[in-house]
């Protein structure tokens, strides 16, 4: 796909020395330019979307606590005392 874009002088003066050091044209310069510059901002929107869920410090919203595993053993024991299985 062909696209116009403008750029500052002093920007496309850069580009040029770039891509020359690189040995590759232009366009491939800014093609790999956009592609990169897409790929930091999907991986941004998915820190953003953890941080929502997580907190910006990684830690995960509290659960409630689960009971003592000896009181559940119990307690599903006593609702199952006259259950003919």
Avoid: C, N
């Avoid at 790999?32 to 995960?60: I, M, N, Q, S």
């Amino acid at each position: 796909m062909k696209t116009a874009i403008s750029v500052p002088d002093s920007v496309y003066a850069e580009a040029e020395e770039v891509a020359e050091a690189l040995g590759i044209p232009r366009s491939q310069l800014y093609a790999r330019a956009l592609e990169e510059f897409v790929r930091k901002h999907r991986v941004d929107a998915v820190t953003e979307r953890l941080d929502a869920v997580y907190g910006p410090d990684g830690t995960a919203p509290a659960a409630e606590t689960p009971p003592e595993d000896g009181a559940a053993v119990e307690s599903i024991r006593t609702l199952t005392r006259h259950d003919s299985w």
